[in-house]
C-alpha cells in the first residue's frame, strides 16, 4: 500500500477516535451510580442516611423462588434486609422476581448464590453468573437499592491470604467492568468463619475496589466444638470496629452440627444472644440463618415459614429479645417512600444541598495540565479520584480531611492515552463526577 495511503487512513483513523470520545463526552455512555455507599465502616442509602443491617437469610432458590409469601412474613418482623439466597441455575427472570418482592416489602434485597460454598476455586463461576448479560441488567434494574454478596462461604480453611486476595481482586474488577457499582459483600473463608482474613486483607480489597464500596460478612458458626468462645465474638467485633472495617455478621443460628444432629450441647450452641448484642453494640450489621427450610430444624427459625410459626431462638431473634430485629431494625426513609426524606434536605443527585460544588476541569479537552476546582461547606474526609472509561482508578490526587473551603488541583494528563476520564469527588457520604476529555 503507497505511504500516503497509508497516512490518510491513519488520519481518518484518528479522526473517528476523536468523534467518538466527543460523543462520549457530549452524551455520556455511563450513568451516574446513586445507591447504597459504605464510608468509612458504615453502609449508608442514596441519601446519606446510615443503615444498619437487620434480617434474615430466605432460601429463595430451593423452595419459592420468586419469595412468596416468605417476603410477607419476614416483613411482619420489621427487618429493613433479606438475604436473598441464590444458585447460579437460577433463571434471571426469577431473580428479578425475588427481587422486586422483598422490595415491595419494603425490604433491600441482598442478592448471593451458593455454589462457591468450601470452594473458593468456584468464585469465578459466581462471578460468570452476576456479569453474564441478562443477570446483570436484573441487578442494574435494581441498583437503587440493590447489595450484591458476590459468593456465599468461599473456601475452606486451608484458603492462603494470597489466594483470597487475588480471587476477590479479580472478582471485583470483573464486577466494575461490567457496570455493577453496588456495594460488594465478601464472606470469610472457612464456610464463612474466619474473620482473620478479612481483617488482614479486607483494607488493601477496599483500596484496589475503584469504587471503594465493599463489605465484608463473617458467618459466625462459633461453637464451642470448633473453638470458639463467647468472648470471642465481643473482641473480634470490638477490634473490627476499632479498625473501621466495614463488617456485618452474614449468617448465625442457635447451634451448628449436621442435618441430622439435633442435639443442643455446651460444645454445639452458638451465643446468639451475645451476637446480637454486641451488634448492637457496635453498630455491626447481622442476618440470621435462616428463616425456613433447613435439613436440620434447628437452624430454622419458623417452623412453617409464617410470621406466626416463629419460635424459640427465632422468635427472640426476631422479635423478643432486648436486641431482636424487631427492637433494633430501621427501615431508612429512602426505602419505605422511594425518595429522600424532604425535611432533611434531598438526595446524592442534589450536590449544593449537600454543601458541596465540583466545578469543570479547565481546560477540556485538556492536552497536558488541567485543574480540578471543588468547594466543601464543612469539614469532611474528601476524596478526588480520576478514573478511565472502564471505572479503573488511574490516580487519588486527595483522600483526606479538610475544611471548609474552596480548592484547586493540578493534574497532569501527559501520562494519558486519548480518551474520556471521569473525576469523582467523595465528600462524607455524598458523591459527584464529571467528565475529563484528554486529546493530544
Known amino acids: 500500500m503507497p505511504t500516503q495511503m497509508v497516512k490518510y487512513l491513519y488520519m481518518i483513523k484518528n479522526i473517528l477516535v476523536l468523534v467518538f470520545t466527543f460523543l462520549v463526552a457530549l452524551y455520556g455512555f455511563s450513568q451516574e451510580y446513586s445507591g447504597f455507599k459504605v464510608e468509612g465502616r458504615f453502609l449508608y442509602d442514596q441519601c446519606g442516611e446510615k443503615v444498619i443491617l437487620r434480617g434474615v437469610s430466605n432460601p429463595n432458590i430451593w423452595f419459592e423462588k420468586n419469595g412468596i409469601p416468605r417476603m410477607e412474613e419476614i416483613e411482619k418482623t420489621g427487618a429493613n434486609v433479606v438475604r436473598i439466597v441464590w444458585e447460579t441455575k437460577g433463571s434471571s427472570t426469577l431473580l428479578d422476581a425475588a427481587i422486586s418482592n422483598c422490595r415491595a416489602q419494603n425490604m433491600i434485597p441482598m442478592v448471593e448464590v451458593h455454589d462457591a460454598t468450601g470452594d473458593i476455586n468456584k468464585v469465578p463461576d459466581c462471578v460468570d453468573y452476576w456479569t453474564r448479560s441478562d443477570v446483570t441488567n436484573v441487578l442494574l434494574k435494581h441498583e437503587k437499592y440493590l447489595l450484591l454478596n458476590i459468593a456465599n462461604e468461599p473456601g475452606n480453611g486451608s484458603v492462603s491470604n494470597s489466594k483470597f486476595t487475588s480471587t476477590y481482586e479479580d472478582a471485583i474488577s470483573q464486577i466494575r467492568e461490567a457496570g455493577i457499582h453496588v456495594p460488594l459483600i465478601i464472606d470469610g473463608t472457612d464456610w464463612g468463619k474466619n474473620i482473620n482474613i478479612m481483617q488482614s486483607q479486607g483494607p488493601g480489597l477496599i483500596e484496589f475496589d475503584p469504587d471503594h464500596n465493599l463489605i465484608f460478612a463473617v458467618h459466625m458458626w462459633w461453637p464451642k466444638m470448633y473453638g470458639f468462645t463467647e468472648n470471642d465474638i465481643i473482641q473480634e467485633l470490638t477490634q473490627s470496629a476499632n479498625m ?145 472509561i472502564q471505572g479503573k482508578t488511574i490516580s487519588q490526587l486527595i483522600n483526606q480531611k479538610q475544611e471548609s473551603g474552596t480548592y484547586a488541583v493540578e493534574f497532569e494528563t501527559s501520562i494519558l492515552e486519548n480518551g474520556v476520564y471521569f473525576y469523582s469527588l467523595q465528600v462524607g457520604n455524598t458523591s459527584t463526577t464529571k467528565k475529563m476529555v484528554v486529546l493530544r
Open 244 to 388: 473501621d472495617l466495614p463488617l456485618i455478621v452474614g449468617e448465625f443460628s442457635q447451634m451448628h452440627g449436621n442435618c441430622d444432629d439435633y442435639a443442643l450441647t455446651s460444645n454445639s450452641t452458638i451465643e446468639y444472644k451475645t451476637i446480637m448484642e454486641e451488634c448492637q453494640k457496635t453498630e455491626t450489621g447481622f442476618i440470621a440463618w435462616s428463616w425456613f427450610g433447613n435439613c436440620n430444624y434447628r437452624w430454622d427459625m419458623s417452623d412453617d415459614g409464617t410470621f406466626d410459626g416463629l419460635y424459640d431462638w427465632g422468635l427472640e431473634v426476631a422479635v423478643d429479645n432486648e436486641f431482636s430485629i424487631k427492637n433494633t431494625s430501621v427501615r431508612p426513609y429512602s426505602i419505605l417512600n422511594n425518595e429522600c426524606d424532604p425535611t432533611i434536605g434531598v438526595g446524592i443527585g442534589d450536590y449544593n444541598s449537600k454543601g458541596i460544588q465540583l466545578e469543570q476541569n479547565f481546560p477540556n479537552p485538556v492536552k497536558g495540565s488541567t485543574t480540578i476546582k471543588y468547594s466543601i461547606k464543612n469539614q469532611s474526609l474528601v476524596r478526588l479520584t480520576i478514573y478511565n
